[in-house]
């Protein structure tokens, strides 16, 4: 549910001053920068990690303003009144080329070099922040001593029988792989996925699909598959190792995870845009981009992060797997943007069907 702009403002005026007391109750004398993401726990490990931290070390206030909404962004982009400095979001608000909307990263002050060997380098308007997947998920109790262990096994209905759970609501966030899912296990090499034979894909999850169940909420998967009523599922690392943490009967397989980045864009015009191109800074430096994993399952789209060997097991850049089992990047910003119109009517018959 929105906020009203009273609850809005009062949460805001208490995390600011929440930070700059972190900031051991600086002056402000360094200005202000207002972080914008989709709040809940991810926010919460956000501020532990990196907003704190860069607070006190800097004596910036940092202001939370929450959730993330593009078309807020636009809103204000447009009437010319941002009051939002930098922002998560997906690689579909445009981090390529949205330069009517974004402001352009300046890597004298982001170490955008830091990044180019990973598997999300920084984009022109948008620093990747972190990464998270979508894995093959199963559910441990159904399969104790035979456990499946690629996608392979997610379609061999015959050695692994039971439902299978996977994401379909729209083609926004390309379906959390699915389609390039099936293309590789239909024998599409990974470096030669886009663009995506769709059909070719859709007749592959044919061969299974009386055993789909297609849900249309990213929390469902794991609860599908700890029930039992799917013994597998197309879900996301971090929901799956909270479940397993709280004594829940699901395991994953890293083969092939489907990995995704969120950025941090900065709005053209933003009130702050010196302070927030320091605080990307703060956040993608080597030394800070591996501490979220201490707090939450995601990884660091830096390849030269440090990252708590604690921590590593459950973060998914810290088990990439070689050869065959590498992740898989989706083309969200380039392929799936120019034909999720289409798609999303194709898509829609095909569950239909």
Same mark, same amino acid.
């Given at each position: 549910?929105?906020?009203?702009?009273m609850i809005r403002s009062a949460a805001v005026l208490v995390t600011a001053l929440t930070l700059t007391a972190c900031a051991g109750g600086g002056s402000g004398e360094g200005g202000t920068v207002t972080y914008t993401s989709y709040g809940g726990v991810a926010e919460e490990a956000i501020t532990k990690a990196w907003l704190?931290?860069?607070?006190?070390?800097?004596?910036?206030?940092?202001?939370?303003?929450?959730?993330?909404?593009?078309?807020?962004?636009?809103?204000?982009?447009?009437?010319?009144?941002?009051?939002?400095?930098?922002?998560?979001?997906?690689?579909?608000?445009?981090?390529?080329?949205?330069?009517?909307?974004?402001?352009?990263?300046?890597?004298?002050?982001?170490?955008?070099?830091?990044?180019?060997?990973?598997?999300?380098?920084?984009?022109?308007?948008?620093?990747?922040?972190?990464?998270?997947?979508?894995?093959?998920?199963?559910?441990?109790?159904?399969?104790?001593?035979?456990?499946?262990?690629?996608?392979?096994?997610?379609?061999?209905?015959?050695?692994?029988?039971?439902?299978?759970?996977?994401?379909?609501?729209?083609?926004?966030?390309?379906?959390?792989?699915?389609?390039?899912?099936?293309?590789?296990?239909?024998?599409?090499?990974?470096?030669?996925?886009?663009?995506?034979?769709?059909?070719?894909?859709?007749?592959?999850?044919?061969?299974?699909?009386?055993?789909?169940?297609?849900?249309?909420?990213?929390?469902?998967?794991?609860?599908?598959?700890?029930?039992?009523?799917?013994?597998?599922?197309?879900?996301?690392?971090?929901?799956?190792?909270?479940?397993?943490?709280?004594?829940?009967?699901?395991?994953?397989?890293?083969?092939?995870?489907?990995?995704?980045?969120?950025?941090?864009? +900065?709005?053209? =015009?933003? !009130? /702050?845009?010196?302070? @927030?191109?320091?605080?990307? *800074?703060?956040?993608?430096?080597?030394?800070? #981009?591996?501490?979220?994993?201490?707090? +939450?399952?995601? =990884?660091? !789209? /830096?390849?030269?992060? @440090?990252?708590?060997?604690? *921590?590593?097991?459950?973060?998914?850049?810290? #088990?990439?797997?070689?050869?065959?089992?590498?992740?898989?990047k989706i083309d969200q910003g380039g392929w799936w943007a120019e034909n999720s119109e289409t798609l999303g009517a194709r898509w829609a018959d095909w569950k239909a069907s």
């Amino acid at each position: 549910m929105k906020r009203t702009t009273m609850i809005r403002s009062a949460a805001v005026l208490v995390t600011a001053l929440t930070l700059t007391a972190c900031a051991g109750g600086g002056s402000g004398e360094g200005g202000t920068v207002t972080y914008t993401s989709y709040g809940g726990v991810a926010e919460e490990a956000i501020t532990k990690a990196w907003l704190e931290p860069f607070a006190e070390e800097t004596g910036i206030e940092v202001v939370t303003d929450s959730p993330t909404e593009y078309s807020r962004v636009q809103q204000m982009v447009e009437t010319g009144q941002v009051i939002w400095d930098v922002v998560q979001a997906g690689e579909d608000i445009g981090v390529r080329s949205n330069s009517d909307l974004l402001t352009e990263i300046d890597c004298t002050v982001v170490d955008c070099k830091s990044f180019e060997d990973g598997l999300f380098p920084v984009e022109k308007y948008g620093m990747p922040v972190l990464v998270f997947s979508v894995v093959m998920t199963y559910n441990t109790d159904v399969f104790k001593g035979n456990e499946p262990t690629t996608w392979a096994d997610f379609f061999d209905v015959e050695k692994f029988p039971g439902k299978r759970a996977i994401y379909g609501k729209a083609v926004t966030g390309g379906l959390n792989g699915i389609l390039e899912i099936a293309l590789i296990q239909d024998g599409v090499p990974i470096d030669d996925l886009y663009p995506l034979d769709v059909e070719r894909a859709l007749a592959k999850l044919d061969t299974i699909k009386d055993d789909l169940i297609i849900y249309n909420d990213f929390s469902e998967c794991t609860t599908l598959v700890a029930t039992g009523e799917a013994v597998m599922g197309n879900c996301y690392n971090g929901r799956v190792n909270i479940a397993a943490e709280e004594g829940q009967p699901v395991g994953l397989s890293w083969s092939n995870q489907v990995q995704f980045a969120d950025y941090l864009v +900065i709005p053209k =015009g933003a !009130p /702050n845009t010196e302070n @927030a191109m320091k605080l990307l *800074a703060y956040i993608g430096a080597n030394e800070n #981009n591996g501490r979220l994993g201490e707090f +939450i399952a995601y =990884g660091p !789209p /830096n390849p030269n992060a @440090a990252v708590d060997p604690s *921590a590593a097991d459950r973060l998914p850049t810290a #088990n990439d797997m070689e050869g065959d089992d590498r992740p898989i990047k989706i083309d969200q910003g380039g392929w799936w943007a120019e034909n999720s119109e289409t798609l999303g009517a194709r898509w829609a018959d095909w569950k239909a069907s």
